[in-house]
T-cell receptor, first 115, second 113 residues
Framework: DAGVIQSPRHEVTEMGQEVTLRCKPI?????LFWYRQTMMRGLELLIY????????DSGMPEDRFSAKMPNASFSTLKIQPSEPRDSAVYFC???FGEGSNQPQHFGDGTRLSIL | DQQVKQNSPSLSVQEGRISILNCDYT??????FLWYKKYPAEGPTFLIS?????DKNEDGRFTVFLNKSAKHLSLHIVPSQPGDSAVYFC????????????FGTGTLLAVQP
């Protein structure tokens, strides 16, 4: 079974550049989550979608961050312009059923380094 | 303000012995709790969960205990194996229709052969 697929696995870019992270959730899942993991703050939720609609974006750090889910099988997280403090591992996760007792399943993450 | 806390950053256990990982939470509205295991360069992998209507859930070598009055949950691994060495995260979901999880900061478990 295909799990959550994230691309790229690694991204190194210079400060000020636009960065786009991509995620394909597990087929049939209708909720999708973007997380960021850093040493200082651990694993924190940035935004989540249910049925392609953003439900909670309270974790998005600032206007430089945006996320879209144009269809049930694809989502992007964009940072523009990027800054060194955005360096982190970004995870995407998915599950089925808002409010149900279903675990979220994670991709292997994108390790982002902003120079 | 951390709502889910794992106060032990690391734990070392001998192979074959019991590993006990602890997690405390502050929000009494949390109704579903999960444990994830994470290896380096991989995403967290779901391990076991428990609903707030239960106080114990078991799956093979893994058992999760929930003490609602103390707002405390623990993960027991018996017997521990070297392959269990990983970072373990506990997570909690607020009650109602939300799908949002709050994660602890993780405990690094090292199982010594």
């Amino acid at each position: 079974d295909a799990g959550v697929i994230q691309s790229p696995r690694h991204e190194v870019t210079e400060m000020g550049q636009e960065v786009t992270l991509r995620c394909k959730p597990i087929s049939g899942h209708n909720s999708l989550f973007w997380y960021r993991q850093t040493m200082m703050r651990g694993l924190e939720l940035l935004i989540y979608f249910n049925n392609n609609v953003p439900i909670d974006d309270s974790g998005m750090p600032e206007d430089r961050f945006s996320a879209k889910m144009p269809n049930a099988s694809f989502s992007t997280l964009k940072i523009q312009p990027s800054e060194p403090r955005d360096s982190a591992v970004y995870f995407c996760a998915s599950n089925f059923g808002e409010g149900s007792n279903q675990p979220q399943h994670f991709g292997d993450g994108t390790r982002l380094s902003i120079l | 303000d951390q709502q889910v806390k794992q106060n032990s950053p690391s734990l070392s256990v001998q192979e074959g012995r019991i590993s006990i990982l602890n997690c405390d939470y502050t929000n009494s509205m949390f109704d579903y709790f999960l444990w994830y295991k994470k290896y380096p360069a991989e995403g967290p992998t779901f391990l076991i969960s428990i609903s707030s209507i239960k106080d114990k859930n078991e799956d093979g070598r893994f058992t999760v205990f929930l003490n609602k009055s103390a707002k405390h949950l623990s993960l027991h691994i018996v017997p521990s194996q070297p392959g269990d060495s990983a970072v373990y995260f506990c997570a909690a979901r607020a009650g109602g229709a939300t799908n949002k999880l709050i994660f602890g900061t993780g405990t690094l478990l090292a199982v010594q052969p």
